[in-house]
């Protein structure tokens, strides 16, 4: 466990290394990370909210440390070795030492499995600004308003703790519970149907066990159970394995990533050489095409 040191308010404060949550909000993987003002990012994941602020080489968060380690240090993966990924790169391979340069502070979170179906079928064909809104409508909708803890910077410039209103990610009976007419205006389109679908498969007892059993899955087997779901393709299966189960070895391609290898790997990404955690590797090569033009 990482040395934090808690303020007077019992918020944590901790350094962390290789994390920029910036970055991470802009690496398509998470979809309700914002900034907010004086650079605090709220979070909000599942059921969970909390906000954040980078000090120097620390962090303080706006929580307490039983939280802090019940829920946040896993959710954002700070028991993963991202320098000792970094290192295993080569030298030779100066296309992915550039992203990692790039994107340097992205860290795979460990996102909840259910929000993770939903939100990557949303994904289809999409943009990031686009699915951010859909995602946003979809928790205004169904989701349960709940009180957080914020931060907040008071007139001496401390930082003290505020209260902030926030909505849930939806449970999988609401969304099936309202049907297709619920789900109309949310800027879904077609992924109507899937996200349906979906939500009916999660539902209840049995979609509580069907979505445990994929928890215990390997990643073949995951991924294999995950393309017999109506509306998942390898690629959306990859991003729930490496998003919302953690299989770090996924290794999602999309039309960003297909052009990366192209240009750089004609003869195709090194995945063996890699294998195990390819798929932090494709996060930095993912934001660093995104984002290029923007960190230059």
């Not at 993770?116 to 600004?129: A, E, G, K, R, W």
């Not at 169904?142 to 910077?153: A, C, H, Q």
């Not at 192209?262 to 660093?288: C, D, K, S, V, W």
Request: proline share 3%.
């Amino acid at each position: 466990m990482k040395k934090m040191r808690l303020e007077q308010s019992a918020m944590v404060r901790i350094k962390i290394d290789d994390m920029d949550l910036g970055q991470i909000a802009k690496s398509g993987q998470c979809f309700r990370m914002e900034e907010l003002e004086q650079g605090i990012w709220s979070v909000t994941a599942g059921t969970q909210y909390i906000e954040a602020v980078k000090e120097g080489e620390e962090f303080l968060f706006s929580c307490e440390e039983e939280e802090f380690k019940r829920v946040w240090f896993h959710y954002f993966d700070l028991e993963g070795d991202y320098c000792g990924y970094k290192k295993q790169v080569p030298e030779e391979d100066s296309y992915l030492r550039e992203a990692i340069r790039c994107g340097w502070g992205v860290r795979i979170l460990r996102q909840d499995l259910w929000e993770m179906l939903v939100t990557f079928l949303i994904s289809q064909n999409n943009n990031i600004p686009r699915i951010k809104g859909s995602v946003r409508e979809l928790c205004n909708r169904f989701g349960e308003e709940k009180k957080g803890r914020g931060l907040k910077m008071s007139s001496a410039g401390m930082w003290e703790e505020v209260t902030r209103s926030f909505k849930t990610f939806p449970a999988p009976d609401s969304i099936a519970s309202a049907g297709l007419p619920g789900l109309s205006d949310l800027g879904l389109g077609y992924r109507d149907k899937y996200i349906l679908h979906m939500a009916q498969c999660c539902s209840g007892p049995d979609g509580e066990k069907w979505m445990s059993d994929l928890k215990k899955a390997d990643y073949e087997n995951a991924h294999a159970t995950l393309l017999t779901q109506y509306g998942i393709g390898k690629k959306v299966a990859d991003c729930v394995c490496l998003f919302g189960l953690h299989h770090v070895g996924a290794f999602p391609v999309d039309t960003h990533v297909k052009q990366i290898i192209t240009t750089y790997y004609p003869n195709g990404f090194p995945l063996n050489r890699y294998e195990g955690y390819a798929g932090i590797l494709q996060q930095y090569m993912f934001y660093h095409k995104i984002n290029r033009l923007a960190a230059e």
